[in-house]
Structures are given as structure tokens and as C-alpha cells.
């Protein structure tokens, strides 16, 4: 089964075609980030616009480039949701109109489900059951996952999620835009003894995470750096060093709890290199094994939700026609396939 995927939940325009018996075979990815960096930030009335305008070159390329015509197709799967309304909106019209003019099936799928499922896509896949840390753009959770739709949310952020914080304090900084790479090449010429940022909610029990009071404490040590004859390269250094810190804190204690040997981390700030370092060394405290997917498969991209789809649609999913888009939307309300 052939399956187009079709990303478009916030500023990045993501194609793929997935089979299920060569694997992925192509896949190409649009990013707006120098439509962003200017704001500091996604500005989605833009971003949906860019959707609009790249998404159907897009296609054409990926099919091209696959050596496939929309005709070799046997299902479309696209993000329905969570993200930006207005950009979920273009994808979900495009993928729900060429599956009705094809008539063939199209599956609309939640967003951190792809993300869950993208280690799937390399060559030593991880085995369910895992722990997933999912840290993409204004989520932060940890995922107990059984199997494909069986999951359990162990934690969650409850404020600012990891990348929000990095961005903010980016723009704090007066780094470019987006701020979790700006960060990380910046702290790697920080003193690591210079200065020491809170671990947020570690002292207490819970996988629950917080990030607001992180930013907030950056803030006030930015104000005061020029009198404390601090660097920017300390700052980030330490900034970062709590967030990983953070992170690693609550994994250990996910893979405790659950007894899991395997740890997945997924999402765009998991292409950290601080923190896959650190989640490699507290999984093999633990004899655990530790899945990332390759680097251009953190961020968003089609190939996720090609393979998600096909997963789905391989095991007879179906939906009417009338398409719709979920902004918000719960993990733990998916089903497995039938």
C-alpha cells in the first residue's frame, strides 16, 4: 500500500510517500523559518499562507522524486491536529480533496502519535512497550507506549513546554530565531561551572514538567548579567544544562516506574546533542536502550505521518469524506487500529 503524508500543523509544509513493502520512498520538507525569525517567533496567519502556497509544488515534487503519479496512490494521511488551526485547515482541504477526486481512503492523525512513531522509520526500530519523551514545539510529555493508539501519559508540561522555553529565552538573548539551535551552539562555549539554573519540579515527585519559572528565572539573570560580569555563552550553558537536567531527571524516573527497558525521545528539541549525551548515559545506568529518529525526522516532516497512515490505513481505517481538524487533542483518546 502506497500512502501520501502530508504535514502542515505549524510552519513546516512536510510530503512523503510511504510503502508498505519498500519502505519510505521519498520525502521533501519546506521550512519557514526566515518567514518566522524576523517575528521571533510563528506568526500563523503567515504560516498558513505559506501552506497554501507550497504544499502542492510540494507534492508534485515528492511523487516526481518517488517516480510515482497521484494515480499509483492507494491512501493519503495527513495531521489533523493538534497545531495552528489555520495551517492544519490547508492540509487536511488538500489531502481529504485528492483522496475524494482518487477515491481512495484518507486518514486524518494526531500529530505526537506521528512523532511517537518516527523511530520506525530507521533501521533498528525500537519494540513496544517504550517510554517516549515527546518534546516538540509547545509539547513536553512522556508517553508509556504499549503499542500503535495504546498510549499513556505519564507526565505532561504544565505551563511552557521545553521548546517554547528555549525559544523565549533565545529572544531574551537576542539569538535568532528558532532558539533551541540558537542555544545550543551558543552554550557550547559557555563555562558549565559559571552559573547554575533551578531544575524545575525535580525536588518533588511526578513526571509533570515546568518550564515557565525557568524562563522567568533567565530573565532576571539576563538583567543583571552586565553587573555580574556574566556572558551570554554562561547563560545559555546553564540555561540549557537545567533543561536537559530536567528532562533526564523525569526519564529516569518514567523507566523506573514502568519498569520499560527502552526509551524513545522524539520531537525537535530531541535533536539536542546535550540531551541525547545525557539520555544515552541514564539508559545505560538503567540497562536500558535509548531510539532516536535520524535528525531531518525531529522536526516535522511527512515521513511521520506517511508511515503513520500507513499503519492505519493498512488496517482498514476509514473516514467520510467531510474533513475536519482537531487544534486540540487528547494522545490518550486514540484507539488502535482495527
Known amino acids: 500500500m502506497r500512502v501520501l503524508g502530508i504535514e502542515s500543523s505549524c510552519d513546516e509544509t512536510g510530503v512523503a510517500v510511504y510503502d508498505g513493502a519498500q519502505g519510505l520512498l521519498a520525502h521533501r520538507l519546506h521550512s519557514q523559518v526566515e518567514t518566522h525569525a524576523l517575528y521571533g517567533g510563528v506568526v500563523p496567519e503567515l504560516a498558513s ?31 489533523r491536529g493538534p497545531g495552528l488551526a489555520g495551517a492544519l485547515l490547508v492540509g487536511a482541504s488538500v489531502a481529504r480533496s485528492l483522496a475524494w477526486s482518487r477515491d481512495i481512503p484518507a486518514v486524518g492523525l494526531h500529530h505526537m502519535e506521528a512523532h511517537l512513531l518516527a523511530p520506525m522509520l530507521e533501521a533498528d526500530p525500537p519494540a513496544f512497550p517504550f517510554v517516549a519523551l515527546l518534546v516538540s514545539g509547545g509539547h513536553t510529555m512522556l508517553v508509556q507506549v504499549e503499542g500503535v493508539g495504546r498510549y499513556r501519559v505519564l507526565g505532561q508540561s504544565l505551563d511552557d513546554a521545553a521548546g517554547e ?34 531544575r524545575p519540579m525535580t525536588d518533588r515527585p511526578g513526571l509533570d514538567f515546568s518550564f515557565s519559572g525557568l524562563k522567568t528565572y533567565a530573565l532576571t539573570v539576563i538583567r543583571d548579567a552586565a553587573a555580574q560580569g556574566l556572558e551570554a555563552a554562561d547563560i545559555a ?25 527502552r526509551l524513545v525521545v522524539a520531537g525537535g528539541v530531541g535533536a539536542n546533542s546535550a540531551l541525547r549525551a545525557r539520555l544515552t548515559e541514564i539508559a545505560g545506568k538503567h540497562g536500558a536502550t535509548v531510539h532516536y529518529p535520524r535528525l531531518e525526522f525531529c522536526t516535522d516532516n511527512g515521513a511521520m505521518v506517511a508511515y503513520a497512515g500507513h499503519l492505519r490505513l493498512a488496517a482498514g481505517a476509514t473516514e467520510s469524506a467531510a474533513f475536519d481538524i482537531t487544534p486540540r487533542w487528547d494522545l490518550e483518546s486514540l484507539a488502535p487500529p482495527a
Open 165 to 198: 522555553a528555549f525559544d523565549k529565552t533565545a529572544k531574551l538573548l537576542s539569538l535568532p530565531y528558532p532558539g533551541g539551535p540558537s542555544i545550543e551552539r551558543l552554550a557550547a562555549a559557555g563555562d558549565p561551572d559559571r552559573l547554575r539554573f533551578p
Open 49 to 79: 499562507r505559506d501552506h497554501v502556497r507550497r504544499i502542492t509544488p510540494l507534492i508534485r515534487e515528492t511523487l516526481a522524486a518517488a517516480g510515482l503519479s497521484v494515480g499509483d496512490l492507494d491512501g493519503v494521511a495527513y495531521t
Open 237 to 261: 550553558r546553564a540555561f540549557q544544562d537545567a533543561v536537559v537536567d530536567t528532562m533526564a531527571i523525569k526519564c529516569r524516573r518514567a523507566l523506573e516506574e514502568t519498569g520499560v527497558s
